[in-house]
C-alpha cells in the first residue's frame, strides 16, 4: 500500500472512530432538572473566554467544571486565577475532541479564534453539548450555513455572541424603530472606527513549549509559526481571523441588520486597503461596504458600513461623554466595551485607550437614529433633528443569564440570539470581504443563499480544510 493509501486510510479511520465517540456522547446526553447544576466548559481561554468565566461565575446554577485550551501556559495561568476567584480547580483538557467525549459536559461556551468557531460549534452539537458561541460563528460562509444545520439537526441549544441583542437600550431602540418612530427606515449604517496600531512584521521561530501549534492550527493551513500568526493578531491575517469587520464590526452589522429588519443582501459592494502601516497585517485597516437588499415585496433598502483603523471624527457625538454622559461613566467608546463587560481587555486590540467611534445610525421619512456601542441610543425628529426617545442602559452579563435560562428550559425560541440570527449576520461580513479580496461587486441570490455566477466568489465563501479538522459535508 502506497504512503498516500496508508495516509487516507488513517483518516478514514480517525473519522469513523470520532463520529462514533460523538454519536455515543449525543445519546447519553444528561437530561437536566430544574434544580440540577449545569456543568459548563469554557473552550479558548486567552481573552474574551475568560470574560466567559467571569459572566458565568455569578449565574446561579453554573459550575464552570471544565477549561480547555491549546496552549498549557494559558491553562495554568487561567487555573490560578480560577483559585483566585473561589472557582473549585476544572478539570483541563487540551484537544476538544476528548472534552467532547465526556458525558458530564451539559454546555461549552466556545472563544477560540475564528477558524475554529464553526468546527468546535458542529462538533459539540453532534455530542449533544448546548453552546455558546462567540462571534463570528463561522470563518467562511459556507461552515456557518453548516453550523446552523448541526444546531437544527441536534436540537441543542446555540446562543450567537451578539451581546448586543441583550442589552435593554438597544431592544427598545429597535422595538421604536420597528413600531414607526423614524417612518420609512430605509438606510443603516455601522461605524467600526476603532484605533488599531501597527503589529510591525514578526520572524519565524520555534513554537513556544506548552503550546500544541498543530493543534491550534486546525483547519488552517500549517504555516511556521510567527507572533503575529498567533495570540490575538490573527485576526488580522485571512487564514485564521476575518478583518475588524468581522471582529468588532460583526456587532454593528448585526444591529444595522436588525434595525433595517432584512436578511440577506443581494449586491454587495467592498472597497479599501491596508493604509498607513508596513507590516504582517493582510486584512484592510480601511474598507468601505454597499449593501443593497431589494424584495419583490418590500422596499429597496441600503446598508453603509465602514472600517477605520486609525484617526478618524466622531459621527453624531458617538464614542463621546456627550452621547452617553455620566450614567455611563462618561468614557470613550472603547472604554465602554471593558466596562460594560462586552468585550476583554485583551480584545480590545492595540492603541485601544485611544477614543474610538462604535456604533450604528439609522435613516427614515421621520428623522434618525444613533446607537453608541451597544448600551445607548438617541433619536432626532423631524426636520429640525428635535431631541426623541433616548437611554443608556450598561450591559452586564444578561446575554449570558439569557443562554442558561434557554438551556434549561429547552426553550430555543427564547434566546435572544439564535444561530441562525448570528449567520445571517456573519454572512455579510464573508460577503463583503469576499467583494474586497476579488475586487469586484458580488451579485447574491438571498432566497437560494448563493452567489449568481461567480464561481471564484463561490469558492472563497467556502474555504479549504487540512485534514482531519474538516468541517463534514453532511453534519
Known sequence: MSDENVEKTGRRSFLKAAAASLATAASARRVLGANDRVRIAVVGLRGRGWDHVQELRPIEGVDI???????????????????????PKPQTYVDIRKLLEDKNVDAVSIATPNHWHSLCGIWAAQAGKDIYIE????????????????????????????????????????????????????????????????????????????????????????????????????????????????????????????GLGVKLPNKITSLGGHFLFDDDQQTPNVLTVAYEFRSPNDKTKFMNFEVRGWMTNHEAAIGTR???????????????????GH?????????????????????????????????????????????????????????????????????AGNLHAPILEGYLSTTLVHLANASFRL?????????????????????????????????????
Open 322 to 340: 456627550e452621547f452617553s454622559g455620566e450614567e455611563s461613566g462618561g468614557v470613550p467608546a472603547a472604554g465602554l466595551d471593558a466596562a460594560a
Open 65 to 87: 467544571a471544565y477549561f480547555c485550551d491549546v496552549d498549557e501556559n494559558v491553562l495554568r495561568k487561567r487555573l490560578a486565577d480560577a483559585e483566585k476567584l473561589g472557582i
Open 135 to 258: 462571534k463570528p460563528c463561522s470563518h467562511n460562509w459556507w461552515e456557518g450555513r453548516q453550523l446552523v444545520k448541526a444546531i437544527d439537526k441536534y436540537k441543542v441549544i446555540c446562543q450567537h455572541g451578539s451581546q448586543c441583542r441583550s442589552s435593554a437600550a438597544i431592544v427598545e431602540a429597535m422595538n421604536h424603530m420597528h413600531s414607526g418612530l423614524l417612518g420609512d427606515v430605509y438606510m443603516a449604517r455601522g461605524l467600526c472606527y476603532k484605533w488599531r496600531d501597527t503589529i510591525g512584521h514578526a520572524g519565524e521561530e520555534p513554537v513556544p513549549a506548552g503550546v500544541h501549534y498543530d493543534l491550534w492550527t486546525g483547519p488552517a493551513p500549517l504555516k511556521p509559526f510567527t507572533k503575529n500568526r498567533f495570540h490575538y493578531n490573527w485576526h488580522w491575517i485571512w487564514d485564521t481571523g476575518n478583518g475588524d469587520l468581522g471582529n468588532q464590526g460583526i456587532h454593528e452589522v448585526d444591529l444595522a441588520r436588525w
Open 343 to 411: 468585550k476583554s481587555k485583551a480584545d480590545l486590540g492595540p492603541a485601544s485607550g485611544k477614543p474610538s467611534t462604535i456604533g450604528n445610525l439609522y435613516y427614515g421619512s421621520k428623522g434618525y437614529l444613533a446607537i453608541d456601542n451597544y448600551n445607548a441610543y438617541k433619536s432626532f425628529l423631524g426636520a429640525s433633528a428635535e431631541p426623541g426617545p433616548a437611554r443608556v442602559a450598561p450591559l452586564k452579563n444578561e446575554h449570558f443569564v439569557n443562554f442558561i435560562e434557554c438551556v434549561r428550559s429547552r426553550e
Open 439 to 475: 475586487g469586484r461587486t458580488i451579485n447574491f441570490d438571498p432566497e437560494t443563499e448563493s452567489v449568481i455566477n461567480d464561481s471564484e466568489a463561490t469558492e472563497l465563501l467556502k474555504g479549504t480544510y487540512r485534514a482531519p479538522f474538516i468541517v463534514p459535508e453532511n453534519v
